[in-house]
């Protein structure tokens, strides 16, 4: 929902690697298998302030640059395909075998070929990328709604599948 939000508004979305498939954080059990010295730092202070191991690399987990960092899973081989040598981070220990490139090529409803159709459907309606944005009001929470318009262009986009259906 977020990837939709995000590339259907205006501006130049941005994908980090690895988001386009789902990829995990990196989630290591040690801290020695981190490599950024801010959570380096962070997990002593974390320690400092009272943490235990276990607290301080469930933070890290969700918050260290690393998780960015970690290779690419183009597949289930050695280092999930990234490298034939042992790249300098650790794939995640959180891995997944459907969590691949390789994987998600074969699947329709992946989240690869979702990026892939964001992607195709932002390139055919210049409207998303250039357009007027009006947003809407709904009288529903948790809606967000908002129409996009350029010359005669227009379109209505939002959180909620009746609000935005994927076009051809």
């Known amino acids: 929902m977020l990837a939709g939000m995000i590339h259907l508004m205006r501006g130049t979305p941005y994908i980090y690697q690895g988001e386009e498939i789902g990829m995990l954080n990196g989630h290591y059990p040690s801290i020695e298998q981190y490599q950024d010295v801010e959570s ?3 997990y002593e202070i974390l320690l400092a ?5 276990e607290e301080a690399l469930t933070v890290l987990s969700a918050r260290s640059r690393d998780n960015s960092r970690t290779p690419m899973q183009w597949n289930n081989g050695t280092y999930a395909g990234f490298s034939q040598a042992e790249p300098w981070l650790a794939v ?3 891995f997944r075998e459907e ?5 998600q090529q074969q699947e329709d409803d992946s ?3 979702f990026y892939k159709q964001l992607i195709k459907i932002r390139k055919r309606y210049p409207a998303i ?3 007027d944005i009006s947003f809407l009001e709904t009288g529903a ?3 967000i709604a908002y129409q996009r318009t350029l010359g005669e262009q227009h379109m209505v986009l939002g959180n909620k599948p009746k609000i935005c259906p994927i076009l051809p």
Not at 49 to 53: A, F, M, R, S
Not at 99 to 103: C, D, L, N, R, Y
């Open 111 to 113: 989240i690869l070929a």
């Open 141 to 143: 929470d948790m809606v």
């Open 92 to 94: 995640s220990a959180a």
């Open 40 to 42: 380096l730092n962070y």
């Open 49 to 53: 302030e009272g943490k235990t191991k």
């Open 129 to 131: 990328a250039k357009g």
């Open 99 to 103: 969590i691949t490139v390789e994987a």
